[in-house]
């Protein structure tokens, strides 16, 4: 059974930094690419993040560059979201999602984490 479990989600100021975990059980974790997706209130989920299986592609969306940092460890089975200079607006559910494909298409991912909740205060 796959199992995507995140952590590090919270309550964070403006300009403030978090930064959110997601450990993965059930699967080969280096045969998939990992991403972060981040869906707010009332709103269509966003592709935040995707890192492919070796780490060497790396692609961010554009609300989030040079901000938000995704990185993984194959050894220990998890991937990692830095998200620093926090504005308001990336208050959301923060997914991680495994996939077969480096892509920004949330359809296409095959497994999903419960979620992760991110708010940021003005």
């Known amino acids: 059974q796959v199992q995507l479990v995140e952590s590090g989600g919270g309550l964070a100021q403006a300009g403030g930094s978090l930064r959110l975990s997601c450990v993965a059980s059930g699967l080969t974790f280096s045969d998939r690419a990992m991403g972060w997706f981040r869906q707010a209130p009332g709103k269509e989920r966003e592709f935040v993040a995707i890192?492919?299986?070796?780490?060497?592609?790396?692609y961010s969306g554009d609300s989030v560059k040079g901000r938000f940092t995704i990185s993984r460890d194959n050894a220990k089975n998890t991937v990692y979201l830095q998200m620093n200079n926090l504005k308001p607006e990336d208050t959301a559910i923060y997914y991680c999602?495994?996939?077969?494909?480096?892509?920004?298409?949330?359809?296409?991912?095959?497994?999903w984490g419960q979620g992760s909740l991110v708010t940021v205060s003005s």
């Open positions: 999602a495994a996939g077969r494909v480096t892509t920004r298409d949330y359809s296409r991912m095959d497994y």
């Open positions: 890192i492919s299986r070796s780490g060497v592609s790396i």
